[in-house]
């Protein structure tokens, strides 16, 4: 009997990318890019949010809310990997001088007397042996490259949402109308930063409209599946990673040949040192930025084995065996209780939001909340809802869940009714939920039914039938479901 176990994708290989770091090796491996050519070829071939190809809604449904998740912008690897010969790989990357200048709140008095409200400064990397350059950046660091597509994000924000649907305003005078959070990480809040300056701009905010930007204690994070408070969860991801380790090692074993002699003669494993997931991590920086990586890392065929292996980690089939009926019936409960533990609390979040907006309607003047976080999020999030499609999600790549409300026009009234309905009551309008990813409609499994949709129209999922599902991903008490044995603890 066969299962597909997509539940637990980001809550353990991305996490071990985003969270890993690593030690500086001694060698400083040569570097020969030039970063203007790279910045403008990587961002002309990536296009994370497609403005014009963007689909809009049917007649009859007006646009309500929006929730949207956004991967923070291109950085540097999370670990030195691949540094030395014959890889070559950069050990220190050199892509962060923009950064590097910044003002620091203070508030103490300076030499004349006057209280200073930002103290002028500039950040330098030093490096183990005390010696620094100008431009260096941190390990897992957003680079200029990341701050450039993630600032073209928020242009394209507000192209489509205010320039081409007229949703949001072109000045910002309430700021109650716009929500940003991120998770407590420099790449993640750094890229919000220039999302919310390409939105809205200064000189398109009114001085009493200054968008905040929220950030959550670690214990509270709930952008991303949080082991780190929830041991039930780590627990369970350990248990998958290393079954999934078991099964699916034999997979990479041809590419040891032609591998191997980049990873000091190691084979390249789902647990190995360093890790499948590492090793693509760092190539997928280095091609990020144009940086010469090793001919069979150009090899599509190898990149497609070395993806597959790592995202195999969760969410390819798994064989299990039709002997053990317990076996396979507990699996299913882990893979269940993987979702409520990683992302249910999210979805709990987004779907009471729209269900304020539903209920207070223009009382509630939020229409648009961006939430910068992880690639951790977008597959957690695709994975929990049956919508994965097993590829990595790529730097600034984006999900997306719009509210829309039906309007008379689009309940087929006749010329009739509409002239008295002024006399009879009003009946509430319906509410649906499209969710895009990578500039596509997913269609919910979840929303397949009839009736659990808008007719003719599978994407646009009923309110209803949402909230049904986000309700049983989510945990009643996340405190005591968390305990290591899990809600059946005593």
Not at 71 to 84: C, I, K, M, N, S
Not at 285 to 295: D, E, F, G, L
Request: proline share 6%.
């Amino acid at each position: 009997m066969r299962i597909r176990l997509r539940a637990i994708q980001a809550f353990l290989l991305f996490s071990l990318l985003d969270f890993t770091s690593a030690t500086f090796k001694d060698i400083d491996a040569q570097y020969h890019t030039d970063q203007d050519v790279s910045m403008a070829e990587s961002l002309k071939s990536h296009s994370p949010l497609d403005v014009e190809k963007y689909p809009v809604a049917p007649s009859g449904l007006e646009l309500e809310q929006v929730h949207i998740y956004v991967r923070h912008g291109e950085r540097t690897p999370v670990g030195v990997r691949l540094a030395g010969p014959p890889a070559n790989l950069p050990e220190h990357w050199m892509m962060c001088k923009t950064a590097r200048r910044f003002q620091a709140s203070v508030n103490a008095p300076g030499i004349d007397g006057a209280m200073d409200e930002f103290q002028q400064s500039r950040k330098m990397v030093e490096r183990a042996d005390g010696t620094h350059k100008e431009g260096q950046c941190l390990l897992g660091e957003l680079t200029d490259l990341g701050r450039k597509s993630t600032y073209s994000f928020g242009t394209s924000l507000r192209k489509l949402y205010v320039e081409k649907l007229g949703f949001l305003p072109d000045l910002l005078q309430n700021a109650g109308e716009v929500y940003f959070r991120t998770t407590n990480v420099p790449r993640t809040t750094e890229s919000l930063q220039q999302i919310v300056h390409g939105l809205y701009p200064s000189s398109k905010c009114h001085s009493e409209a200054i968008p905040l930007i929220f950030v959550r204690n670690g214990r509270d994070e709930n952008l991303l599946g949080n082991a780190g408070s929830c041991k039930r969860l780590e627990i369970l991801l350990i248990g998958f990673a290393q079954a999934a380790a078991s099964a699916y090692n034999h997979t990479l074993e041809p590419l040891d040949k032609k591998i191997s002699k980049y990873l000091d003669g190691h084979p390249i494993r789902i647990d190995g040192k360093p890790r499948a997931s590492g090793i693509l991590d760092t190539i997928r920086a280095a091609t990020a930025h144009n940086v010469k990586v090793p001919p069979e890392f150009e090899e599509k065929a190898v990149i497609d084995v070395i993806e597959k292996a790592v995202v195999a980690e969760c969410s390819e089939v798994q064989t299990i065996s039709t002997d053990n009926l317990l076996t396979f019936e507990s699996l299913l409960d882990k893979t269940e209780e993987v979702r409520r533990l990683g992302m249910g609390r999210l979805l709990d979040d987004l779907s009471t939001k729209m269900q304020h907006k539903v209920l207070n309607r223009d009382k509630d003047p939020l229409k648009i909340l961006v939430h910068s976080t992880h690639d951790t999020a977008l597959a957690g999030l695709a994975s929990t809802l049956d919508v994965f499609d097993d590829k990595w999600p790529q730097f600034t790549s984006s999900i997306s869940f719009e509210l829309f409300k039906s309007t008379p026009a689009g309940n087929g009234s006749s010329f009739l009714q509409t002239l008295i309905s002024p006399f009879r009551s009003k009946a509430s309008p319906e509410h649906y939920i499209r969710m895009r990813y990578q500039n596509k409609n997913m269609l919910l499994p979840m929303c397949a039914d009839e009736g659990k949709h808008l007719p003719g129209s599978p994407e646009f999922c009923t309110l209803t039938a949402f909230r049904e599902r986000v309700k049983e991903l989510t945990p009643l008490d996340f405190v005591s479901e968390c305990a290591p044995t899990g809600r059946n603890s005593t």
